[in-house]
Structure formats: C-alpha cells, structure tokens
C-alpha cells in the first residue's frame, strides 16, 4: 500500500502535514518528509474524522420520498409491499447509492440492517467503505433460512475481508421471540460478530412487552443474555432509569436516530439520562424513507437541537458531545481505533473546505460542522488510508446514478 | 432586459420551455420559440419556486459558531458586546457573507432586522437579491435616531430600487414601549412601509407582558393597533388560542424559526393551532448565531420534524404546506406575486440537479427538496429574471469569502 502525505492541513487550529500508512495515521507532524509518499495537498482544508453511521437500512435510498406523511402503519404496509419485491440486484444498486451519500456527506463506516447481505456486502467491497452488514432476521424466516444465512455470515469471516464484517440483527422483540433472539446471540458470540437490533422504539412496543413478558423491552433483552458491548441498540427512545442503567452496565451501545424519531412521532430520546449513566452513545440515520437523507452533518444538528428544545436548556446537546457521537462513539462501539485524528489511529478521515461560506468565519470548526455545514463543506473523504473522494469527485458516481434512475423507470 | 428561454425544464413531471421577460415568467409551454432570447439550458433540471427568508439578522454570520452552547443570558451578552463593536463596513461584509450562503441554498428574497440599514441595503443591492431591510428600533435610540432612521427610509423609497425596500422593525415588546410601537407602526403606514418584530418568543416574555399590561404579547399589541397584513411577527412560540385567532383576523404573517428555537430553547411554535385559525405561515432562519445557517431547506426539515415529533402525528408539517410556508407564504406577506412557477408570476426560481443522490429515485420532488436535499442539490438561482448563481458559480463569490476571512483575522 502508497505511503500519502497529507501535506499543510488544519487540525485544531494548527497547520500540520500529516503521514498516512497501511491504513494508519502514522505520524502529524509541523512538517514530514517523505519522498516516496504520494502527495495530498490540503492548503485550505481542515483534517476530522470521518463519521460513523451506526444505523441504516441502507438499500431504502430506493424507496425515498415514496408513500410521505401518512400514519404510521399505512406507511409501514406501503413500504412492506415494496420491499417484497426487491431483488438482491435492486439492493446492490440501493446500496451503492446509500454508500455514494454517505460519502459525499463524510461518512465512511455504516451498520446496516437489512436482507439479501450478500448484495450490500459486495456493494459495500465495491464502494470500499467499511460496513458491518447486519443480517436481519425474523419469526418468520424458516429454519432453512437461518441456517443459510448462518453459513453465510461464517463464510464470509473467512474471505478475508478487511472493510467490511457480517452482523446478526434480529429485527426487534415484536417481530423476534426469545428463542430466537438467544440463537442469534449466541451464534454471534461463537463467531464473534457484532449484533444489532431495533429496541424501545416506540411507546406501543414498550406497553406490548409489558402485557406480554410482564417487563420493559431492555429489562427482557437483557434478561435474555443478549446485551453486551458488542451490541448496537437502536433507538432507545422510551427507556425508564433502570433500563438505561442496564445499556451502561452491559455497555451496550445506544444508536439514537433523532431525524427518524421524529419524522415518525416515535418520541425523544433521553440523552441526558443515557449521558449521566454513562452510556456510549452512537448516531445514526435510519433508513432513508424515515428522514429522508444519510448525513450525519445533519444528524448531529438534529440530536444536538432536539435536546435542547426538549430540556428547555440551551447547554443541552452540546456540539462537542454530539461531534463524538457521530465519530468516536461509534468506532468505540465496533472496536475500531478511529474517531479522533491521532498518530497510531485508522486513516478514516474528512477533509473540510475552508473557504466555505457555512465555516466562515472560522471562530469554533467542531460548533460549524455540527450547526451550520452541510455535504457541501465536505472536499475530501478517506477511508483506511485510501481516498473514497478527492475534491468532491467520487468514482464511478455517473454509473451509480444512472442505475438508481433506471432502477426507478422499471418499476 | 433580455429575455431568457429556459429550456427542457422538469416541471412537475413534465418537460417543459419557460420564457423570463422582465422579471416575470411569461410563458410556459412545451415547446417556445423565441430567437431573440438567450438560452439556458435546463436538461436534467428541475425549476422550483425559490425560496424567501422571512426572518433574520443576516450580519450576524460575522459571528457564527461563536461562543456556543451558554445560557441564554450569557450567550445574549456576549453577542450584544461584539454587536457593540461592528462598524457599516463590518456590517456589509457579514450580508454579503449571508447573501452568499442564501442564494448557494435556493433563498432570493430576506426580511432583515438589524442595525446600519444603509450598509445592509447596499449588500443587498450589490447581490441582486430581493430584500426588506428592517431598520431596527429600541426605546434607547435618541430621538434624534430615530428621526435620521426615518429620513432614510424615506429617502430610500424615491431612489427607485425595486427589489430592496425599508421595513420599520421595532425589536420586541421588551425592548420598545408602546409609545415607540405606535410611532413606528404609524410611520410605517404612512410611508408603505413593511413592520417586523419579535413576538411571543419565550415563556419569560409573556409572563412580564401580562404583569406589566395585564395582558399576553398579541393581545397587548393588537390593542396598540400595531397589527395587520404588512406585519411580520417573528417566533409566536408562546400563543393562546385567542392569540392564533387575532394573528389570523389582523393577517398578521407568522414567521416560524424552527431553529432558532430549538437551539435557544425558547419553546415549540404550536403550528397546528395557527393553521386552523388560518394564520399565514412563512419561515425563518433566524440570524446564523442562533441556527448557524441560513439554509431554508434545512428549515424546512426541522418545522417539518419538530411538528410531527412535537404532537406525536407523523401527518403534523406534511412536505406540501412546508414547502408552501417556505416560499408562497412568504411571497404572499411582502405582497409579492412569487413563490409558484405559473405564467404572469415573477421569475424567482431554483434550478435543482435531478442527477443528485438525495433527490434520487425521484419519487417526490417536493418531499425530496423537504425531506432530503440539501444546498449541493441547488444548480441554479434566478431572481427577477436573473441569474445569481449558474451552475453553483457566483459572480464575486471568491472576494466575499475573502473579506470575510479578513475581517476575523483583524478580530
């Protein structure tokens, strides 16, 4: 692999080069020489961390906009029939216009959940991001199905594949009994994927899990045994003290979705309670048909605002924290060393305009990618070393939306 | 004036020409000759309404992302010492700033309040944008003030500038008495002139009205008799239900800032309440220290998100009356014929790049441009029949984000 040197980049206000080596942040320095390195010159641009989307459905970019603020379960069904439909080739092409958003607005890290895994995978190898391909699973699956999937996740482990890793996700406690929320943790731990799953999302699910397992949703998983710090919990939106107590003890990772949230009424997480238990707190967008886009820039000014207006305190959700969740959080949560750009850790980067009329003036650059900038602010992405876009330009990004549109003409 | 032929245009799902002569959509049809007409070519484009800011302090982009995260009175303080400092150079340089980043996100038309009109007036013409600079009034002005304020905005009036005018614009009912309201409203009158004010934007300001004056800010000033459909009333968080029902029967225009008050915490807007009273919406960014941007298509998302999340009702902030807050409701409150794309209205449009990720599949336009879009997706603006921006370009663009950069290096 080509030694880079970022060369005359802003980071935290100072101007550094910076040497980057088989995937890694090898050395910031004032200035490093290095003539076999390949040179990036980052004159006006201001080096960050790239984000790390911890929860999406991505392939639902093919179903964006469609069936718009109806009530719930219409919408539901609307989208159910839809994705029925969907042919493992329709979810490669949804994918790598998912995976062409995301890196447009920086992100170079998704966890996705959804079906057909072996098409976001290979979407995902082929965009070279990283991803964690959640398999999703269900009541309803045969037992064939499961198996198959199973074997699947354990093949790929072997491909050697460095970016991208399988997860087991379990929908969510409505959709999945407990036999098989404890299969699938237990094949998860025995081959040590990551395992993700929606949870608390809604007030309904809290009141059902009640009725029926005569708990709340958290107290049920984690009485189950399928709560650790390789799990993603998503949503977290109606969790009672002893709940967010339980996600801090088993250090599982909360994934707030707050776009999602609120675009379906779900109810507002209660970040300040899940903080002062201290839970890691990760971001994500959802799928695109409930927010309608993928950019963490405009996740973290909607976690950050939200909490704000919900505590009726101003100090609520501050940019800093917010900047954390959305990077550091979420490598934490995946066992990644990224999230802050520092010698020793992965290359996966963002490269900042600033000559953008959104950062200027340049008095706090976290407070402006939080507040004010939008994909727009964002010149260069990297990711493990390797640069998924130069100067706004990302491969092949005709081919991909030429087939997005002639997905759409099809149907 | 030359005529412009907008060719092969997306409109509503359809192709079609558009003929721009003096300032105003003349002709939309299939197919327009017109050899006399420079040409725009509109392929892979779709024309929308663009968009108009119905509330903000656009200099204040001098201080974005400055000092963030306070309590609202620290945070007030330590504006209002900077605001102190700012000199008419200072104040052109930080419109010219915010006229940039509106007309990059698809805005046209601004209804400013703030200090040193002359200089906020001359931003404005020298863009070519569309504005109404509110001249700011409190009772600490020296009558002398006051005076001079009022020669100005009558001499601007005979100089014959047809997209910028004067608005009268005390600042709020905490900062102006009622003999102040009353000579500004009857000014305003007199000469034609637009009125602006903050109005019922945090709790605090509605318990002093009524221990003050015995009565809730709306009551208080439709009393003054300040109210009517060339007033602008900023914020009208905190509105009883007898409030929406003056609001509506003045014609007194509403400007939601979703933002702004999300960030500053100062509540949520009841838009459900004003709707059925039939109040006129329109929308605001705010100043950028209390959003940080001027993106109405981020504001779009947020009046959207906080109303379904606020009552709970994915159906609360459909895509359609959003969009129509955005742009039609403005238009309507300055009694300006835009905000719609039909023939004999005015030529303020938006040219979006159907070929973006986020407005693909392209399933719903509008929804998209609420839900999804952000500035990246806006190609072209037009205001009055002419172009501010082509394909993302704006003339001078490099020497307002240079004097910006200036003016903070000289802080």
């Known amino acids: 692999m080509t030694k880079t040197l970022i060369h005359n980049a802003r980071l935290e206000g100072r101007k550094v080069d910076l040497l980057i080596s088989n995937g890694l942040i090898e050395q910031i320095s004032p200035e490093i020489v290095a003539p076999e390195a390949e040179v990036f010159e980052a004159e006006g641009l201001a080096v960050m961390p790239a984000f790390y989307n911890m929860h999406t459905h991505a392939a639902m970019t093919l179903m964006r906009s469609w069936c718009e603020d109806l009530p719930l379960f219409d919408w539901l069904n609307n989208i159910w029939k839809r994705e029925a439909e969907l042919t493992p080739d329709d979810i490669y092409c949804g994918t790598r ?84 929320y404890r299969k699938c943790f237990e094949f998860a731990r025995e081959n040590d994927l990551l395992f993700h799953t929606h949870l608390a999302e809604t007030q309904k699910e809290v009141e059902d899990c009640l009725k029926n397992n005569g708990k709340r949703p958290v107290e049920y998983l984690n009485d189950l045994g399928v709560l650790d710090n ?119 980067l963002i490269f900042v305009n600033l000559d953008n009329e959104r950062l200027l003036p340049d008095n706090d650059l976290v407070s402006s990618m939080v507040y004010s900038a939008d994909s727009r602010c964002i010149d260069s992405v990297m990711c493990n070393g390797n640069f998924l876009m130069k100067h706004g330009y990302i491969e092949a990004e005709e081919e991909i939306i030429e087939q997005a549109r002639r997905y759409n003409k099809s149907k």
């Not at 999703?136 to 790929?156: G, R």
């Not at 594949?161 to 406690?173: D, K």
């Not at 990772?253 to 890691?280: D, R």
């Open 97 to 180: 216009l998912a995976i062409l958003e995301m890196i447009k607005s920086g992100t170079v890290f998704f966890a996705d959940m959804y079906w057909h895994s072996s098409a976001v995978a290979a979407a995902a190898e082929n965009m070279k991001v990283r991803a964690n391909v959640g398999m999703c699973f269900v009541d309803s699956l045969s037992q064939k199905t499961i198996e198959q999937n199973f074997d699947f996740a354990k093949q790929y482990a072997k491909g050697g594949q460095s970016l991208v890793s399988i997860g087991i996700a379990p929908h969510a406690i409505y959709t999945c009994g407990a036999d098989l």
């Open 230 to 348: 390789k799990t993603l919990a998503a949503h977290c939106v109606h969790l009672s003290a002893k709940e967010a107590e339980i996600l801090s003890r088993t250090q599982t990772t909360i994934v707030h979705n707050p776009c999602s949230n609120m675009k379906l009424a779900s109810g507002v997480f209660n970040s300040l309670q899940a903080q002062s238990c201290g839970c890691n707190i990760a971001l994500g967008t959802d799928g695109t048909s409930s927010n309608n886009n993928l950019s963490m820039i405009e996740e973290m000014k909607f976690a950050s605002l939200l909490a704000k207006s919900h505590y009726g305190n101003p100090q609520a959700g501050k940019a800093e924290e917010v900047f954390q969740w959305a990077t550091l959080n979420g490598a934490k949560a995946v066992g990644l060393n990224a999230g802050e750009v520092k010698e020793g850790m992965l290359a996966d």
